[in-house]
């Protein structure tokens, strides 16, 4: 199975901050990457797939890059309402595996 | 509007068996792939089954093959998930979830609301 290492775990940040999470795939995906928020009680949203492309809806502050095996998931200008849990997940071959996930607190 | 509502989660035994199901609407049902993905009580997430839109191919994680069978009524627009020998480690709020496809493969592009398995005696 392809194994997916997120960092880091946890983070603190403050409204307005640039928050930068990482996402390194055990073998190459290609661009083969989502990410998802979760927040808590509530179900995972996909906020971007095939690594860089903005699920509909989802604000233009979210974006995401890489490929290969390396990945990178930025939020540029952190809001209140993104105080969450952020997963990433290959979707190159089952099972589709994901990150441990990196939750982004409130400093 | 897209809704899946998952239905089925109990308390039940190690050992025992539980059916899921997921009953979807506001789509065409019979042309998507649908999955099953877990998460641990304070765990992150797990994908554990997905299906093809006509039932043909079906894939699982490892830790469930052999104990745990999804399967679709595409005329009842419903998705289910039969789970037998259960474990402790299978406790774990059930999501239902819809595939969306790009060029690099799918994404869960909606989410049921979950429903909550307790494995334990």
């Known amino acids: 199975d392809i194994q997916m290492t997120q960092s880091p775990s946890s983070l603190s940040a403050s409204i307005g901050d640039r928050v930068t999470i990482t996402c390194r795939a055990s073998q190459s995906i290609s661009s083969y990457l989502n990410w998802y928020q979760q927040k808590p009680g509530k179900a995972p949203k996909v906020l971007i797939y095939?690594?860089?492309t903005l699920q509909s809806g989802v604000p233009s502050r979210f974006s995401g890059s890489g490929s290969g095996t390396d990945f990178t998931f930025i939020i540029s200008s952190l809001q209140p309402e993104d105080f969450a849990t952020y997963y990433c997940?290959?979707?190159?071959?089952?099972?589709?595996?994901f990150g441990q996930g990196t939750k982004v607190e409130i400093k | 509007e897209v809704q899946l509502v998952e239905s089925g989660g109990n308390l039940v035994q190690p050992g025992g068996s539980l059916r899921l199901s997921c009953a979807a609407s506001g789509f065409t049902f019979s042309s998507y792939w649908m999955s099953w993905v877990r998460q641990a009580p304070g765990k992150g997430l797990e994908w554990v089954a997905n299906?093809?839109?006509?039932?043909?191919?079906?894939y699982y994680v490892d830790s469930v093959k052999g104990r745990m069978t999804i399967s679709r009524d595409n005329a009842k627009s419903s998705l289910y998930l039969q789970m037998n020998s259960l474990r402790a480690e299978d406790t774990a709020v059930y999501y239902c979830?819809?595939?969306?496809?790009?060029?690099?493969?799918?994404?869960?592009?909606?989410w049921g609301q979950g429903t909550l398995v307790t494995v334990s005696s």
């Open positions: 299906m093809k839109p006509d039932g043909s191919e079906k």
């Open positions: 997940q290959q979707s190159y071959i089952t099972p589709y595996t």
């Open positions: 095939a690594a860089s």
């Open positions: 979830t819809r595939h969306s496809f790009s060029r690099f493969g799918p994404s869960h592009d909606y």
